[in-house]
C-alpha cells in the first residue's frame, strides 16, 4: 500500500531545495540517488553527495523524481519518525533490568527496553548485542557509528546466559572482537550483582576487557538498582559496604594495569561504590575526562570541581532571595556540602536543602534521577521553599518538563505554591540558578538533529 511505502515527510524546511522544487509534508521519500534508505545514516550518507536524486511519492500515487545540485548540504526534509525507521527492543529477561522492576499503571513509553545501536550513537544507550545481526555489525562500522556502548556485565558466556535469559548473549561477545578489528571506538558497562558477576567474576570481565583498550575507552561499574516491584523475580541482594570495597579494589587494581598499557584508566566505579564503601571519592584526574557521567561515574567530584570554577568567576547578585532545592539520599551529604560553599560566597541568598526519600520506587532507590513527583510533593509539602524551587534535570524526560510519574513542572509549582525552575546538572548551573532569579535552562536535540551533527563532525 502507497501509505506504508517509504519513509513519511512529516515537514519541509522553508528555503530549502525540497521547499523550492514543492516537495511537501505528506509526500514520502522512495530513493536517494536510486537506493532505498534504511535508516537516518543511510540518507545522510546518501545526500552529502555533490549532486542527488530523490524519488517522492505524492499522495495521489504520483512518483516524481528530483534532481538537487547542492553541494552536500541538507535538502531540507523533516522526517515523521527521527530514525526514519522502528526502535528496535530488548529480547533479553535480563535478571537486574529495571524496566521489570516498575509497577504497573506508568506511561507505555517507560517499559519500552530500547537495544538499538543507533540510539547507542546518538544518545548514549547502551546495547548488549544480542539483538545484532552480522548486518547490524557492518552498519555500524560503515557508517562509523562510534563510539558504541555495550552492555557486557560479564565476559564468561555461560554467565552472560544466565545474567541477561538470552541463549545468545554467550555467543554475541564475538562481536566485540569484530568491532575491535574494524578500529570502532567503544565504551562498556558491568551492572555488578552479588554473587553473580562481582568477585573473581568481575576480575574475569575487566580483564578480558583491557585487550580492547584504548579502543574500549572506558567501562563504568555500577551497582544493581532494586526496587519494591521485584515479586516475581529472581531474588538480588544490595551490594553492602564489604562488597562496594571489594570492587573497588578489584577495579582500582586494573587501572593501574590499563594505565601501564596505555596511560588510561580504562574503568571505574559509580560514586555510589565510594559512598557506601565509605571511601573518598577518586581525583578528577582518575576519570579520563568523565566519559561515563550518565551513569553515576565522577558525577560528584566533577560537580565538585565546577562549582569551585563557577564561585571563582562569579558576580555575586545582591538581590536577597530564598532559594530551596533537593537530591535523593545518595548524594545528599556532597550536594549539602556544596551548597554550603556556594551560600558563603553569595550571601544574598539563603539556601534551603531537602534529601527526599523514594517512596514510589521504595527506600532501595536513593538517587536523584528516579524520584518522582509524588515523592517530591511528600516530601516538600508543608515546608519553607522560598522564593523558588529548584528542581534538577535529571528527574524529568529529556527535553520535556514531565517526571516519571506524568506529573510536570506546572504541576509541581501549582501544588507546592512556589515557583519552580529546571536547572541543569552541571556546577556551574546550580551557581548560576541559585545567583540569578531570571536563569533559565534549556536543553534537548531530536535523533535526526543529532544524527545530522554528528554526521557532519564525521
Partial sequence: MAENKGHLIAAVEPGSAAAELEIAAGDRLLEVNGKTVADVFDYRYQVSAEVITLLVLKPDGEEWEYEIENGGEDPGLVFENGLMSEYRSCSNGCIFCFIDQMPGGMRDTLYFKDDDSRLSFLQGNYVTLTNMKEADIQHIIQYRLEPINISVH?????????????????????????????????????????????????????????????????????????????????????????????????????????????????????????LTAGRPLPEPSRYDGYPQLENGVGMLTLLHEEVGEALSAVVPSDQ???????????????????????????????????????????????????????????????????????????????????????????????????????????????????????????????????????????
Avoid at 567501562?219 to 516475581?232: E, M, W
Avoid at 538480588?236 to 570495597?245: H, K, Q, S, T, Y
Avoid at 534538577?392 to 517526571?403: A, D, K, T
Wanted: aromatic share 8%.
Fill in 154 to 274: 560479564t565476559t564468561n558466556p555461560s554467565l552472560r546466559v544466565r545474567m541477561l535469559k538470552n541463549r545468545f548473549a554467550g555467543e554475541k561477545l564475538r562481536y566485540l572482537d569484530k568491532l575491535y578489528d574494524a578500529g570502532i571506538q567503544m565504551n562498556g558497562q558491568i551492572v555488578l550483582c552479588k554473587g553473580y558477576n562481582d568477585g573473581e567474576e568481575l576480575k574475569r570481565t575487566l580483564t578480558d576487557l583491557l585487550r580492547y583498550a584504548p579502543l574500549m575507552q572506558s567501562v563504568s561499574v555500577v551497582p544493581v538498582g532494586l526496587t519494591n516491584y521485584r515479586d516475581k523475580l529472581e531474588k538480588l541482594e544490595l551490594l553492602g559496604p564489604e562488597d562496594c570495597a571489594n570492587a573497588i579494589d578489584v577495579i582500582e587494581d586494573i587501572q593501574r594495569r590499563a594505565m601501564e598499557k596505555c596511560g588510561i584508566h580504562f574503568v571505574q566505579a559509580s560514586d555510589e561504590f565510594y
Fill in 320 to 458: 536577597t532571595e530564598t532559594v530551596s532545592t533537593f537530591s535523593g539520599l545518595l548524594a545528599a551529604p556532597s550536594l549539602a556540602r556544596e551548597l554550603k560553599r556556594i551560600g558563603e560566597k553569595l550571601p544574598a541568598k539563603k539556601i534551603l536543602f531537602y534529601p527526599l526519600e523514594n517512596h514510589f520506587f521504595g527506600e532501595k532507590i536513593t538517587v536523584t534521577g528516579l524520584l518522582t513527583g509524588r515523592d517530591i510533593l511528600d516530601g516538600l509539602r508543608g515546608k519553607p521553599l522560598g522564593d523558588r524551587l529548584l528542581l534538577p534535570q535529571c528527574v524529568f524526560r529529556s527535553g520535556e518538563e514531565v517526571l516519571l510519574d506524568d506529573m510536570t513542572r506546572a504541576d509541581l509549582e501549582r501544588e507546592l505554591g512556589v515557583r519552580c525552575v529546571i536547572i541543569g546538572m552541571g556546577g556551574d548551573d546550580l551557581v548560576d540558578a541559585i545567583n540569578d532569579r531570571e536563569y533559565r535552562f534549556t536543553g534537548g536535540g531530536s535523533a535526526y538533529e543529532l544524527a545530522t551533527e554528528k554526521f557532519h563532525k564525521g
